[in-house]
């Protein structure tokens, strides 16, 4: 696993989803029916809880509500402890993702590094094995659908296909599957659909009219609440999905979130308390990055899911202290630092300060554009050259607190000891205390943000602990107990938050080999 720091959501069974259905029902029978009232909704959710056989024992902690942020949300029907399961979700849809540029995988199994020949039944999408390419969850479905629209590709196969597979597999849900689909909100604005524009492009039959409108309905259903997912296949290998699940679809956003989740090895989601949470509150997920300034989480926001957030760290111009959004004063002999005067205003201006200089919208932007396009480029670089970059350029461009900064260590963070070049045992012993000291920095970020135990905090401490290992097994022949007890309860920490991850369970598996330590608590 080459970079596992970075990834974010994996994904949902494909195999539940067409074990449950037997043919596909028509759409004429289909309702289109939203479900808006929550106690209505509550008791789809339930159904879906219970057919999949995922619903915890016990009175469950969560209701579905109305919420002053927008529309439904989840809220606590009791005290929930930090790090206490709240409730596991199982997905509706999952399947290749579209980013906007050529991909290669396999339909059934999602296999992205081995040979993939096309499917020898003629429907145009790529399978790596006989098995896969019998499998019954795509010979009864997205193959014998596209077979019938009659792929141009002949007896090649063709990514543009593979895109439109999630919303083909929409065609096929069950009854019970559809109700879920009807509770959830859709992007009203969509007006582009480039899966199915491909999809039309690629057959000789065009698909009917009402399976149009429901692979529409459904684009716009995913642009809402979809999930980055990941399919992990061995610690090198592992490919980045979509999925839908319907629970955490009604967890409304908070730059400070209080739940964290995380994925299965049965690509089950499970969704824990990060922090504390009362009766009657809010149980909110983010959908944006823990680590972005308020600028770019409000644009990303505003932009994505036609919104604007107005949680208290959007309304500090120092974001809890984090100052995560702070450029340096535009005058040569000042050593203040630019901040917002009106965060909440998209257009405000920004003050210094120390000297109180203020720059408008536009200079802001275009100091941010300028250092955002520099950042750019050097993203591709070696992780050496990275931090070389961070070192001598960038800390010269923005205040050492900025979130470029705090984004550059934690790609640091996550490739030191683990990318190509700069494995463990290839890092400086510089190198070594210098990932030690940025783990300590991110997590001081994450302190000042109150962001609990929030899954970045579980990976950073992990990789704290593994850095400790090395640096144990390195200088210490006699290894000083104090140490190595703080460096286990580290460890034990890492492990309450990310128990049960499929990407940090093939991590840790890896690690036990290389520093023949137990990881497992
Ligand atoms: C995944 S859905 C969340 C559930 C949604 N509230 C519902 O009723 O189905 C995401 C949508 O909820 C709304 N939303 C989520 N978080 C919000 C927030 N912090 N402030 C305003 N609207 C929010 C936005 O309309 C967003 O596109």
């Keep these: 696993m080459k970079y596992w720091l970075q990834y974010h959501h994996p994904l949902g069974s494909v195999v539940r989803i067409f074990q449950a259905s037997h043919s596909r029902v028509s759409l004429f029978n289909m309702s289109f029916q939203d479900i808006i009232e929550p106690e209505k909704v509550e008791e789809v959710l339930l159904s879906h809880l219970k057919e999949n056989k995922i619903l915890l024992k016990g009175p469950k902690p969560w209701t579905i509500r109305s919420s002053l942020l927008g529309g439904r949300g989840v809220f606590a029907t009791r005290d929930i402890k930090q790090n206490e399961l709240i409730f596991i ?3 509706l849809l999952v399947g290749p993702k579209y980013t906007g540029k050529y991909f290669e995988m396999c339909v059934s199994c999602y296999k992205n590094e081995c040979a993939l020949f096309p499917c020898d039944r003629g429907c145009g999408l790529p399978v790596c094995s006989t098995q896969c390419e019998n499998s019954p969850k795509h010979v009864n479905y997205e193959c014998e659908y596209l077979k019938s629209l009659v792929p141009t590709c002949g007896t090649d196969w063709s990514p543009n296909l593979l895109l439109a597979v999630i919303l083909i597999r929409a065609l096929f849900l069950t009854e019970q599957q559809r109700k879920c689909l009807a509770t959830l909100q ?9 899966e199915i524009e491909q999809l039309k492009k690629n057959v000789i039959n065009s698909p009917s009219e009402e399976d149009m409108e429901l692979m529409e309905h459904v684009c716009r259903i995913l642009n809402t609440n979809s999930f980055e997912t990941i399919m992990v296949h061995d610690k090198e290998h592992s490919v980045s999905l979509r999925g839908l699940y319907s629970i955490a679809s009604f967890q409304n956003h908070c730059c400070v979130p209080n739940t964290r989740h995380h994925f299965d090895g049965e690509f089950r989601m499970y969704v824990s308390a990060a922090l504390p949470i009362a009766t009657g509150e809010e149980i909110t997920s983010t959908y944006t990055s823990l680590f972005w300034d308020t600028t770019l989480r409000r644009k990303f926001l505003s932009i994505t899911k036609h919104f604007s957030c107005t949680c208290k760290r959007c309304s500090d111009p120092t974001e809890f202290k984090s100052r995560l959004g702070a450029l340096l004063c535009a005058s040569d002999k000042c050593s203040g630092e630019l901040l917002p005067l009106d965060p909440l205003n998209m257009t405000t201006p920004w003050i210094c300060d120390k000297c109180a200089i203020t720059l408008n919208h536009r200079q802001i932007c275009s100091i941010r554009s300028g250092i955002a396009g520099i950042i750019k480029e050097v993203l591709c670089k070696t992780p050496r050259e990275i931090y070389k970059f961070l070192q001598k350029e960038l800390s010269l461009l923005t205040p050492w607190s900025n979130y470029c900064i705090v984004d550059m260590k934690f790609r640091i963070v996550s490739y030191y000891g683990r990318s ?4 463990w045992e290839d890092l400086s012993d510089t190198e070594l205390n ?15 943000l109150n962001c609990g135990d929030c899954r970045k905090r579980g990976l950073i401490l ?12 390195r200088f210490k022949q006699q290894p000083n107990i104090e140490e190595v007890d703080e460096n286990q309860r580290i460890l034990k920490k890492a492990i309450t938050i990310l ?11 890896y690690d036990k ?6 990881i497992a608590v």
């Design 420 to 423: 190509d070049g700069a494995k």
């Design 499 to 509: 128990q049960n991850d499929i990407i940090s369970t093939v991590t840790f598996e």
């Design 462 to 473: 992990y990789e704290l602990y593994c850095t400790n290992l090395e640096k144990i097994k």
């Design 513 to 518: 080999n290389y520093f023949k330590q137990p």
């Design 186 to 194: 859709s992007d009203k604005n969509l007006t582009c659909y480039p």
């Design 434 to 448: 210098l990932k030690a000291k940025f783990c300590n920095d991110l997590l001081s970020v994450l302190d000042d």
């Design 89 to 91: 979700d199982s997905p």
